[in-house]
């Protein structure tokens, strides 16, 4: 209960300082070495007076801004308060500027979006061809697949109906068209009487032994 107590008044007298509305002196630093030469040094107190300089002038248009936006109900800061507060401020100067660089700021954010629009449906584009190719492939390649089990298996027939339908002595001699439809030559007649002369001296030698 005490630890309870102990916190609640610790954040009830924790008191935001001024400084902790300013922006971060790094920040600050950073864009004021943007317009000066290398190696330039720059003080503790300049940066912490130009800290607070540009922190209060922020929140000096700023609030110009939110009474106008207070006054026509509206709950959104745009580029256009900004300038209506600069200029009914005496900013003229820095008015006409920033009116520039918001001309050419959303002129860039328009780039930058049609880039980023056309880099989208370019990879979109790739990929539904790339989808497409691969689908196509797949099937091509499926295709040859059968075509090459379709060659293999006619392949298997021609020769299971060149070992079953062999053409037989018989048959050669007796001039089959079906079977053998070319007709015998001289040469064919001399190697039957060969083998057939070769099998029966196989025969009367086979005899002669037994």
């Known amino acids: 209960m005490s630890n309870k107590s102990s916190d609640s008044e610790r ?15 790094a920040n600050v630093d ?23 300089c540009v922190s209060e002038f922020i929140l000096f248009v700023t609030s110009q801004a939110a009474e106008k936006c207070l006054i026509e109900k509206r709950k959104t800061l745009n580029g256009e308060d900004i300038l209506y507060a600069l200029y009914s401020l005496g900013f003229e100067n820095y008015a006409e500027v920033l009116r520039i660089y918001l001309a050419k700021y959303r002129i860039f954010e328009l780039d930058e979006v049609e880039k980023r629009r056309k ?28 075509d090459d089990d379709d ?3 006619e392949e298997a027939g021609k020769i299971n109906h060149a070992k079953f339908n062999r053409p037989s002595l018989s048959n050669i001699l007796n001039d089959d068209p079906q079977i053998f439809p070319l007709e ?17 001296d196989d025969q009367d030698i086979m005899m002669n032994s037994s």
């Open 11 to 25: 954040y009830d007298t924790y008191e935001i300082r001024e400084q902790d509305r300013w922006l971060p002196i």
């Open 119 to 146: 880099k989208y449906l370019a990879r979109k584009e790739r990929l539904q061809k790339e989808k497409k190719e691969n689908k196509y492939s797949s099937m091509d390649g499926g295709d040859d697949d059968d």
């Open 184 to 200: 015998p030559t001289d040469e064919m007649f001399w190697s039957i009487n060969n083998s057939s002369s070769d099998y029966g």
């Open 30 to 52: 950073r864009v004021m070495r943007n317009c000066l030469p290398k190696n330039t040094k720059i003080s503790k107190e300049t940066r912490e007076c130009m800290q607070e």
């Open 151 to 153: 060659d293999v298996y």
